[in-house]
């Protein structure tokens, strides 16, 4: 009796540990800010491309210090001051996660962070700073963490999936919003074409 019970309920058993190690898995754990054996961060400066998509996390003050330190060991972000308190006072990591499972660690300032909060599940965009509005500090320690920061701005908001379903999810081009591969280095053969300021598919 208890090897026919076992039978039945073993696909049920099986289905609830498959559902948890979706559910406990990079995201939840805020893997992406986790510089071992590398971070999801792309290069020194601001990353230069538009990606929209969902933020899976958002950096706690300990995970920002540890990636700011993580960063300086590997020989990574030399321009900024050698201060981890003043990184994780300036500058709030954000991690921006596509439909095929690939995160991107990128940097706003805390201002920003601060005057338009967002969550985790948020349908997002990033931009690279661009336009004669974006006005870089002068102050060297200030322009030096600007230099490795965009802005994000919320499209939709968690769980509104009408919203969501306007866009479409993916790397482009900053200037022209052609789609791009995920690593940004080409364009994407099969992929298609947004509105670089509305994000809208064209």
């Keep these: 009796m208890r090897g026919s019970a076992y039978a039945v309920l073993r696909p049920l058993v099986s289905t609830i540990g498959m559902t948890l190690g979706l559910l406990i898995g990079p995201s ?98 990033y931009a690279p700073h661009r336009g004669v509005n974006e006005k870089p500090p002068t102050e060297a320690d200030a322009l030096a963490y600007w230099l490795t920061t965009g802005c994000v701005a919320v499209l939709c908001r968690a769980g509104d999936n009408a919203c969501i379903g306007g866009y479409r999810s993916g790397v482009y081009s900053a200037t022209d919003g052609t789609q791009l591969t995920l690593d940004g280095r080409a364009a994407d053969p099969g992929g298609g074409r947004i509105d670089p300021y509305s994000m809208r598919p064209r």
Excluded: N
């Excluded at 929209?52 to 540890?66: E, K, L, M």
């Excluded at 996660?97 to 969550?119: D, F, H, W």
């Design 28 to 125: 939840a754990q805020a893997a992406a800010f986790e510089c071992t054996p590398r971070c999801s961060i792309e290069q020194e400066d601001a990353y230069p491309h538009l990606i929209v998509g969902t933020i899976d996390s958002v950096a706690s003050a300990a995970q920002s210090t540890a990636l700011f330190q993580a960063m300086r060991k590997a020989k990574h972000w030399k321009t900024l001051p050698a201060d981890a308190e003043g990184f994780r006072q300036a500058i709030q990591p954000i991690s921006l996660r596509l439909p095929s499972g690939r995160s991107y660690t990128v940097l706003i300032t805390q201002k920003e962070a601060q005057a338009a909060p967002s969550q985790v599940g948020d349908f997002v965009r």
